[in-house]
Structures are given as C-alpha cells and as structure tokens.
C-alpha cells in the first residue's frame, strides 16, 4: 500500500501515519520527494485503505497489489483450456452454445435440439430454475426440466449448461449437468460460489450488471480457491443509463480478461442487448475481438417461446451467423467448436 | 400493453399486430390518431413486450401496469410501521439503529453497546456471516458472533439486527436475532427472498448497487407474497462513475419510495459514503429528506476495528449527531426513537 | 402522449386530466379499460409530460411521438453515403480515417502521412484546438496546427479532419478542412451545432460521454435542420463505473443507429479504450458488427507523442489491422475505402 | 507519478521503465519491495500515465498530484466567501436563490418576483437563453428576457442569475446579469469557461451530468486561471440508471467539495430531481447536509409555465419551505441569507 501525504504535510503528521502502519503489522518506508512525500507499507496481511485516508496530512492511498492470485496471469501464463464434449473453450479455441432461455417441455427441447444439431451445436444451453424479478413470473420446470434437457442432449448427444441458482440444487446439477452456469445476479453469492469450488465440473460465471472487471475476477477466484480450475467468465452486457438496449454488452472484456487472467472468456449477446436484430451484429463482433466462447439463444418457435423470444433467433439465423463464425475466427487465429 | 405504431404503419401491419396480441389471449383495442395508431393489449395474463416490439411497424411498446402489487401505496394507503423492542420504523417515527460493522468479540460488543446505550440506542446491528469481495478476507465469526451479539443486546435490554447471507442461516437467525437483514449482493437472490418470505420476524433488504427502485419493490414483494407483512428498504449507495465516494447514496429514494410503497424506508450512510467525515452530514440529510430510520456504523474504537473502521463513527460523533437529529426530526414531521 | 390513469382513479380525476390537457391545445381520447383508463392526448404543439404526471390519479405519461424527424429512418429509408476525397461512409461501404491525436509540427504530420499512405489512407486525422481538462495543459497549436496538416494533407493527396471547438472557428475550418468534427464534450452546444448546420462541409459528431441514443440523435437533428445533410455519428465510448478501460465503447451503437437513423456510424476505438492493445480487436469488432466507418489514432512514434501516445497505434500495427479489416468486411456485405 | 511493477518484474524492465521516464524529463526513484518494484518519478512536467502502462512489466501506474490548484483547499485553507447584492454563499452561510426556470413575459416574472420578495428572496433566476434537446423546442427571449429580468429585478431590488451560453453573449450578461451562470451541458466548453476568467463577475458552474468531483474542479480551474475568483460550484444531479427521477441527486457533493475545495457549493433540487414534490424534501436535506447555497425553481402560476412547470414549486410552497430552512440552518451552524 502507498500513502501519498498532502504537499505541506508536516513531520508530524507523517510521524503519526508511520506509527499507524506500524501498529497494524506493516513496515513503512517513508521517502520525501520535492513536492510530497510518499509512505509505502509492506509485510502487513490486512489494512484498510480507508483506515489511512482519515488520518491528518494524508492525500491519498492505493492498494497495489491485486487481490485475486489463482485466476491471474501472473499465476498462471498459459491460457486455461476448458473442454466439455469436444468443444474447447480458451486459448485459440472458440466455443459454442445454443439453446433456449428456457426448458418448456421435452418436444419444444427436442425440435431445439434437433434444429441446432445440424448447424454442429454439441453443448445445449436450457433454464430449469429460472431467476426471475417477479415473485409472480414462471420461475421454470425445476428438476423436471433438468431431466428433459439430460435427455434430449443424450439423445442428440450433446453437454448441457443450465444455472443453478442455490447451494442446495448443487447435488441436481452434479447429476444432470456438464457445465455449472451462475447468474449475473449471483455473482457476489459468495456462499454459492464457495460451495461451487467443490464440485468437480465446470463453472460459468456471468458478470453482474454493475460488477468490475475486478470484482468478477474476485468472484471467480472464490471458485477457484475451493480447488475447482476449470472457471470460465461470462460477459452479459451491463448496466447503464441507456434505456434502448436492455444491457450496455461491454465487448472490451474480451481484451481486458485476456490480459489479466488465463480463464477463457464468452460472451453472451442475447441478454446483452436483448433484441434478436442486435444479437447477431454483436456475435459477429464478438468472435471479431477475439472472444473463446458464445453462448447464445435459439428457440424452434421464438414467437410461442414462454421467455425471451424476443431475444432468441430462429434456427436458420443461428445458421447463418455460424457460417459468418467460421469465416471470421481465422482471421483473428481462433478454431471454432 | 399499449402498442405505438409507427407513422405510416399500414393496415397490414396493424393486423397482424392485432392477430399476434389476441393469439397471446388478449383483447385488441385499436385507436387509430392522425400520426400514430395506439392499440392497447388488455384482458391476458403474459406477454413480453419486446415480442411485439420485433413486429413489423410496431415503434414502441409500454407497460401500463407495475409488476408489484403488495408493497404498493395503492394496494395500502396507510403508511405500514415495524416495531421492535419498542422502537417505530415509518409513518411518524423514526427509528435509530446503530453498532459495529461485524461482531468481533463480546468485549468489543460490550464496550460498543455500553457507549451506545448512553445515546438511547435500543437496537444494535453487528455482522456475523459476512459477503466479501476476496475468498481470502476475514468472513465473520458465525453461529458464535451470532451468540455474543445476543447476549450483549440481552445485557443491556437491545434488539438485534445483523445479515443473513443463505437459506441454511435462517433457522439460526430466528433463534438469535430481531431484524433478519438482506445484504445489497443479496437484493435479487430470489430463494433467499422467498424462504424469508416464511418467517414472522421484520425483515430489512437493501437496495442492491445497481437496482432500479422499481426492481427494490419488486424484491420487497417476494417477501411480502410469502405473508411476512414487516419489510423494511434500506437504501445503501448506488454505483456510479464518481471514485471519490465509495458509493453515491440516492437520497432521492426517500421521498420516491414513500409516494410508491407504504413501507418504511430507512438509510444506511455509511455504506452509502464509505468515509466517517461524510456520514454525519448525510445522515443530518436523511432525516430532513423524511427518513423513516437509519442505521450507523458505530465502534467504540473505530481504529482499532476489524473491517471499516473508516467509516465508523466514534461513540462521541455518534451521541452529537444524535442531538443533532432530535432537533431536525420535528421539523420535518417526526419522532425521533 | 398518453396518460396512464392509476387503477382506481376517479371520474373527477380522469375530467381533470382531459381539462387540462384541452386547456394545453390538445385533444383528448379516453379510453376506459377493465383495469384502468387511458387518454390519448393529440393534436396539440407542446406539452411538458410531468406536468400531467405531477395531477391526482396519474400513473404515467408516455411520449409517442420522437422528437427527431430529418436524421430518421422514417424520414429517409434509404442510407445517407457522405463522399470525403473518394472515401465513401454509409451503405455498404467502409471508410477509413487515422492519424495522430494531436497536430504537433510539419514533420510529425509529414512522417505519419507517408506511413499511413502506404496503408491506403486518404483522409487523416489531427487536433488543432484540443479540449483539455486542465487549463495547463498543451491546448493545441491552433490555425498553426490547421495550416500544417493541410499542407500534408495536400502533398500526400489526403482529406483532412479536425476538432472543432467553438463558433468564431469555424471560417477556419471551411478554409483548411474536409470534415469538421464535434467532441464529446460539445456534443450538447448547440449554439455550436445550430451555426454548423450553415456550413456545407461533412460534420462528425461524436457521442457525449453520458448521452443517451436519442439525444444524440437529437443533435445530430440540430445540424440537419439548418440545412446541411452530410453528417456522421461516431461513437467513441461512454462513462460507466469501470475503471480499467478509459471508457466503455459501446458497439451496440453499431446495430441501434442504423435501425434509427439513415445517418452513417463510426466507430473510434482509440478514445473508446484509451489503450493501443484494445485498440486493434475493438476495431475488428466494429467492422465485424457492422460500422460505416472508423477513426483510428496512428502516430509514426508514438512514444514521442505530445498526447493520447498510449492510444495511438504504431503504423506497422494500423497497416496489419487494415489487413484484417479488408478480410472481415466483405463477410458482413462492406467494401472497405 | 508511481510506477508499480508487476510482481516477478526483471532487472532489464525495471531499467527500461527508469529510461523512458528519464528520457521524458523526470528523475527516477526506485524502492525495491519485498514483492514489488515502486518507481517515484519526480521533477518533471507532462507524462502520460498510459504510456507507461504499455511497457512491459508495469502494473499500474497512479497520478499523485492533482491537477487543480487554485481551487484547492491546500491553495486557501478559508472558505471564498461570494457577496451578491448582501446574500452571502460560503464560510456559515447560506444564500438563497429563486425565480422560474424560462423569462416568459414582463407580466409573469413580476408576478413571480413579488411573490418571491415576501418571502425574503433578493436574488432572482430565469433563462433568457434555453439549452434545449430538440431545435424545434423554444429557445428562450435572448436579449428581451435579459432587459426584462433586469426591469423586474431592478423594480425589486433583487439581484439577477442566468445562463450564458456561448462567448459572444459574455458582454450582454455584464451588462444585465449579476451572477453569470454555466449549465451542465456546457462545464466542459473549455473556450467558454476561459473567457469566463476575464469578467469580473461572480460564475456559477453546475456539475455536468457525468462529471467526477475531479473534472469539475478542473473546470472550476479555468475559471479562475484567468483571475476570477468568484467561482461557485452547483450540483444539480448526476445520469444514473434510476428512470423515476430525472437525475440521481447527489448530495455527498457537499461534504466532498468542502473538504477539496474553499469554494462554495450550492444545490439545485430543481433540476436534480425534475418533480415538484421532491423538491421540498431534498431543499432541507441539502441544508442539512451543509449546503452553501440553493437555487429552486419557482413559477408564480406553475400549471402554466412555458418550461419545466412540474418542477416548479408554487409561490406557498417556496415559503413553506424558507421557513424549514431557516429551522435547519443553525443546527448545522449556518445564517441564512
């Protein structure tokens, strides 16, 4: 941690912060410039920035070290490779999922499934537990649904990823799920994902609608530190004053993570934007920039779809946009799944 | 749902429109203007309004009627008011809670409480489960804070409040505390909300860091539908881009929030800044805005204590602001407990 | 504009809106549902909604009317192309502007424009009069700055653009430049932008740092309705809560825009990271959602740069990127000038 | 500046950070870490933080100094005290301002500042010239609105404040204008606020809607690098993701710019909550807080303003209100003026 005295700060006041530091386990080492002097502490565990900041005399106070290890790239230099099913996702791998926002009933699965099977979809996407806002709203077929999306990607031998929402669904997912999905209203459950750090299968984390780049990073450390290493990061568009997109889909994530962290990193564009005539600019854009996975919805039926059809493309859109995958990837270095 | 077609939408259009609405089990009322044709969707139970809003010539699609009904002021007038240990939240009275950001040993609690008692404090708040951003900082004592924020508040005739972070802690939470409270990372964990729906103690949530008012109401509601009638909000700071304060407190919510709901609302200053040499004018602020109840971070010896000491008032500050907030109280209308 | 009346309102109630809203030179339509009665107020000029928001039994007021006309779709089905030296933006067509943040002297122009022309480049970039934060900062070298960039201009058979920050410029501008640029900052002076109407020269008008869509576009109607048809949206990221980036560059603008307007979209990658290796796979990203064009920071050193250094990319790194983007375009149906 | 270096940084880094900074005319201080190199640069004059980001083996790199000075409380430790027409702003005291938000007619400001006058008002407001979104929308008397303003104000013996929004109307406004105000949209129109400098009147400057604390002060700077010294700070809402208030008003600007700055800071509840009944309750919060100053719409005839009547107080209420303030004020040690 470095202090950095007001100009004018005087012996004193300089004094009574080295004393502070000091008293909670650090060493200060203290050096006057011509303007301000500057403390550093060092060797201490714990300080609060802010403990500091009040003190007399003091202008400012910056933690410089980063508070995630495991998800760093300095931990870990080569990029993690998660694979579930064939499909890799990170390093010059992009993956990809489809599927729709919901688990309605096997049929409306099984023409899903069947439709994405022919444009090479091998992981299928479903909510079983769906979080919604209103108390009121279809909150999804529960461990039913879980059993229809086993079974229709069984049968079109496919991997499912579905959110779970609460430690006690975990045992659920062990048995029907290959990839763990958490929500962005999730990401700071830290309970949940304490819990996630002991399953063995991967996990998805979504970005929450304010979170930082470094708070989710701290999210997924939570995973991690529980000894689970396949993480992967999901951005999902924030929040912002815009009102015409129902997210602000922040495609810088995909250089920001990569820099930071060795975690593959998807994009999710269809709750990103949340209309389908921006889903498929924005995937495009998406796999353009760089990214190691999309997760995207498709529905047979947007029109009857019971949640988010709006949001949802037709099979042969998702079609289209997947030869427009294949020819983009290339030419950023990427091989897609 | 109304529907504003777009100038110039044909009749076409329009029809289909009608046709997509009634196939969803509404009725069309269709009001054809000099620019614009308005048709209002009535009588059917769901329907995404992005759906229609894909159509074609459909420019903008509203929902007329708000998602909560249970904690809205039309549902009931009168101003709801959570009593606890003879102390009154809402309406004419204005409830004061105070204590130390987390339960650090009975000696701390002690010595806090004892200080607080002088400046009539009757409920005393204190961490015990608690949400942290790293895996690896300090996460509360557990069922054993729990136990000595008990007994401290039993010694000296407190209530308690302190935060319930996941489903299993209730059942403990009930046995130890008075005001089971939700964290802002919690606002939208649905289970969590529905589960605390089932209990019969005042639950307090707080507005999560990016929650709509309207999306607050709605978390609110789901405890409310569960039958638990003593819901509490707490506004806490929102995010925004400003780096200088931790959070930016929306003290707007005040009088936002008591023209839309019948609910007590209260403020939690020191959260909602993050610095000590802040709290004090915002919660001066608060109570002339028309707050309900606030709820102070308060140590007996703030630089000493184990998470936020920075914003922490010393019990000094706190007994000053508190004389201070007896007199600004009557002028606004309100008791001060 | 249609008022929303809440569930329960009175005849009294709704008499008193339809008076007022006469009284206002509108009509009014009732329209009385099973829940709650809606008016449709036609006809009149002006109407500020929150005053029928601020009478007894209002729910809502919704506008349904956008306040836009001659830079929307409606007004123009068919795209605006603005022709700069060959360079075509809108339509199918790609165009390309780069060059250094800041004029700094002949040679630094000079060498910049010898690169950049080996990588096709017909228009370049360069700030004459800079919008500084602080006012010791280097403002800029000003008509000094326009003469230079001209004169390279000239010898390497370039057009040129150029900040504009203030009305008694723009004489100036009409003498040295090709396209006259509006910043961020000006995005709302719109005694600035009503006197660019007047000019006949292509304007760019980039995105404030907080507008939303429709405000932007609402500028953009500013210079459109003194007469001057020829002007260019360009995002260049917006003001969130993140702190890593220097902005969040918003690619959705991409997709939104052109469903909106017929105006073209650009894209300003440098401003919209602040960082030179988020520049090249946000830049892909753009072409790949979809832009019209693209205004890229390149300095032939850019470690010498006055300013904005970090952002630029070097040459060798605009020329490989340019690579790219004649590779992306065409699959998303763009020729690149 | 401080440079952090990544943990594990090599010699050969650390030397080639130590050579740019030298090369760009600083002297290098390097302090050897247990886990981190910090590097102090020191004596010279402009550097980009970003350009040192980009050098292999750098972390972070963090702005030490601050870059307005005049402005800053560590340049004048006393509170500037601005006196217009006897109403004080500043030190411990509080100045009032009122008036409506448009110059309509010589008749309605009449009316207004009579009513106004009764309740102890001595300072007038009114837009001569408006900043609207839209160019259809009415832009304000001009010059008309000034000589009226000034009439009533002269007839009252009140002191007059209005928007100027462009250089070229500077000599107008000192001719008629006794406070000159710069609107939000305007706090970065940097060739205004120099201009701004020159006069010797008083300035106010709102926040704009997206400012930090830091930018604004900057802003602040310009006015008073060209010797004004009478420069007043207005907060008046910041653009948040909340959609039922106008803006998010953010009241901690008072205890922050009173700790960074001597300058006064007034609130605006007008345009920083956009409704009438929020206004009252966040007047007395702001003065709670601590407030220099206020300035609040008042309309003699709200319902019939030309201009933000829904968040125009009526004459009744605007003394209602006076008098709550006048409660207020000396609990937070303040004379109202």
């Known amino acids: 941690m470095l202090i950095i005295m007001r100009?004018?700060?005087?012996?004193?006041?300089?004094?009574?912060?080295?004393?502070?530091?000091?008293k909670k386990g650090f060493d200060a080492h203290i050096s006057i410039g011509e303007l301000q002097t500057v403390i550093g502490a060092v060797g201490g565990k714990i300080m609060d920035p802010r403990d500091i900041e009040l003190l007399d005399g003091v202008s400012e106070v910056i933690k410089i070290t980063s508070s995630y290890k495991l998800v760093s790239r300095i931990f870990q230099a080569e990029d993690t490779i998660v694979t579930v099913n064939g499909i890799k996702f990170g390093g010059n791998n992009l993956g990809l999922i489809a599927g729709p926002c919901t688990v309605e009933?096997?049929?409306q699965m099984d023409k899903t499934a069947a439709a994405l099977k022919k444009s090479g979809v091998k992981i299928i996407r479903g909510g079983a537990f769906k979080p919604r806002t209103s108390p009121y709203a279809f909150q999804g077929l529960g461990e039913e649904g879980l059993e229809i999306i086993r079974a229709v990607a069984d049968k079109h031998k496919m991997a499912v990823t579905s959110e779970v929402m609460e430690i006690s669904q975990i045992p659920l997912f062990e048995k029907y799920v290959d990839i763990l999905q958490v929500g962005a209203r999730n990401m700071q459950n830290f309970n949940l994902l304490r819990e996630l750090g002991q399953t063995r299968k991967p996990?998805?984390?979504?970005?929450?609608?304010?979170a930082t780049f470094e708070e989710w990073l701290m999210s997924a450390e939570y995973i991690m530190a529980g000894g689970n290493r396949e993480v992967m990061l999901c951005e999902r568009g924030i929040r912002t004053f815009e009102r015409i997109t129902r997210n602000t889909l922040d495609l810088s994530a995909i250089p920001v993570i990569k820099k930071l962290s060795h975690l593959p990193i998807?994009?999710?564009p269809s709750h990103g934007t949340g209309l389908r005539d921006k889903v498929v600019p924005m995937s495009?854009?998406?796999?353009?920039?760089?990214?190691d996975g999309l997760i995207i919805e498709v529905h047979h039926d947007p029109d009857s779809a019971v949640c988010d059809g709006a949001q949802s493309l037709y099979?042969?859109?998702?079609?289209?946009?997947?030869?427009?995958?294949?020819?983009?990837a290339p030419i950023v270095g990427k091989k897609v799944f």
């Open 7 to 22: 100009q004018g700060a005087n012996k004193n006041e300089i004094e009574k912060v080295k004393l502070f530091i000091e």
């Open 105 to 107: 009933s096997y049929e």
């Open 203 to 210: 996990v998805m984390i979504k970005r929450g609608l304010s």
């Open 284 to 291: 495009r854009a998406s796999v353009a920039a760089g990214c």
């Open 266 to 268: 998807l994009i999710d």
């Open 315 to 328: 099979p042969e859109q998702y079609d289209e946009l997947y030869h427009d995958i294949k020819k983009i």
